[in-house]
């Protein structure tokens, strides 16, 4: 639904770019904006959906909907200026960037849940290289009132590549723009220690910690007890401090945790509840502070095994570390 909104949404973007249909000219640009738009939103979302299945023999709809939210983006910048044949290469071409670059995403572990980079990042930037390569000269003189004869249009059209290096400035002058002051406002949030979640919110998520909801339904935060953010908080202190703990072990010391053969994991889930300043210690590898190793020496207590719950956190903790 959310797609088909967007979807919805792009057409009074790209046609409505025009502000008015008044004109031959005008309407003109708008159907055509709107026909380009529609072709490669489609192909993005099949040629995506198709990687993927041939991946995993599934019909992916996820994919299907990201790839088709790739191609708008990638066409918006060209949208009034090229073919309607050029826009289902344009759509095409996006839906293999999204795919692929969220593979390499994963590849270089950054964490981007809504795949904002493949889809407006990357598509966006081949998008605006699209429109040097394949905007055609009719458009452009009908739409931006260019004298004919001046070579802005696609090179492809025999465009002397002035339109190409513009567009070429203008994404290296945006991704600059942004990489500077994202740095600089990640920089200060880090700084103020407002970057991670308290450890309650991040265990019992934050639709339920900040929205009072979880999955889309409202939630009586009251149901929530001390009790029950505290064992969720002390799934992940423990989840970290096995993984960090695995880490320096390698596969075996992973496994020996997993199996419960080590103290860690007990001192790690005594620490929430003995003392709130061993939090912060037994989150990080091997940092269970002085009372921490004395709670879970006295206690003479085995460790207990990983719960399901548990062994999952940790791996993903540990791919994380």
């Known amino acids: 639904m959310g797609t088909f909104l967007l979807w919805f949404g792009w057409f009074g973007f790209n046609p409505g770019s025009t502000l008015a249909i008044t004109t031959y000219g005008l309407a003109n640009t708008s159907a055509r904006a709107a026909v380009t738009t529609t072709l490669s939103a489609c192909a993005g979302g099949l040629v995506a959906m198709a990687i993927i299945y041939r991946r995993q023999r599934v019909w992916d709809m996820l994919t299907m909907c990201t790839g088709t ?3 708008l983006a990638a066409i918006t910048g060209g949208c009034a200026v090229v073919e309607p044949w050029a826009a289902l290469l344009c759509g095409l071409v996006a839906g293999v960037l999204a795919v692929y670059g969220e593979d390499l995403l994963d590849w270089l572990q950054i964490d981007d849940p809504a795949m904002a980079w493949p889809v407006h ?7 605006m290289l699209f429109t040097g390569l394949l905007a055609s000269e009719d458009y452009v003189v009908e739409v931006y009132k260019v004298k004919r004869g001046s070579g802005l249009q696609g090179i492809f059209y025999g465009g002397h590549a002035q339109l190409l290096l513009c567009q070429f400035i203008a994404v290296c002058v945006i991704v600059g723009w942004v990489v500077f002051w994202a740095n600089v406002y990640f920089w200060a949030v880090r700084r103020l220690h407002l970057l991670r979640l308290d450890l309650e919110s991040e265990a019992v998520g934050l639709d339920a910690a900040a929205m009072g909801e979880a999955g889309g339904m409202p ?3 009251t149901k929530l007890t001390d009790g029950d953010k505290s064992n969720a908080a002390q799934r992940i202190i423990a989840a970290r401090a096995v993984a ?3 880490n320096s072990g390698g596969s075996h010391g992973l496994a020996k945790l997993l199996d419960g053969g080590s103290s860690d994991l007990g001192m790690a889930r005594g620490s929430y509840g003995d003392n ?6 037994s989150s990080h590898p091997g940092g269970a502070g002085p009372s921490t190793h004395q709670s879970a020496a006295n206690s003479g207590r085995a460790s207990p095994a990983l719960t399901a719950d548990e062994a ?6 540990k791919s994380a570390v």
């Open 69 to 71: 939210l790739a191609g």
């Open 276 to 281: 709130n300043n061993g939090l912060h210690a």
């Open 121 to 127: 990042g990357l598509c966006g930037m081949w998008g």
């Open 244 to 246: 960090g703990n695995a």
């Open 312 to 317: 999952m956190a940790a791996a993903m903790a």
């Open 219 to 221: 939630l009586n935060m």
